[in-house]
């Protein structure tokens, strides 16, 4: 992990707590239960319509590869999983605005 310190944080970000600007390593531990855990039971924010919904209430369209999953409430594609052949898993972000964990952060 890098650590540098941000003297030049964007305006938006200033407040009286000091920041650091660090690597990705550092969301290890913040991240830990997001995806690794149920990912049905996330909160997902639609981007489009601002609807928010259970992940496990969503609408997927599948096949063996591929999988759209739409906003219940607009349709739009929220995000897109693709399996490639040596067990690679592709997810491409399209109007998920949120992503959130219930509230027992699991
Ligand atoms: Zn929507």
Redesign the pocket.
């Known amino acids: 992990m890098t650590t540098d310190a941000s003297p030049d944080a964007p305006s938006d970000m200033a407040s009286t707590a000091r920041r650091t600007i660090v690597d990705g390593n550092a969301l290890a531990g913040m991240l830990t239960g997001v995806f690794a855990d149920d990912a049905t039971r996330l909160t997902l924010r639609?981007g489009?319509?601002?609807?928010s919904g259970l992940l496990a209430e969503a609408v997927v369209e599948r096949d063996d590869t591929c999988a759209i999953v739409r906003?219940?409430?607009?349709?739009?594609t929220?995000f897109t999983v693709t399996a490639a052949p040596g067990g690679a898993v592709t997810v491409r972000i399209a109007?998920v605005a949120e992503v959130r964990t219930p509230p027992d952060g699991r």
């Open positions: 639609c489009h319509c601002d609807r906003c219940r409430a607009c349709t739009r929220l109007a």
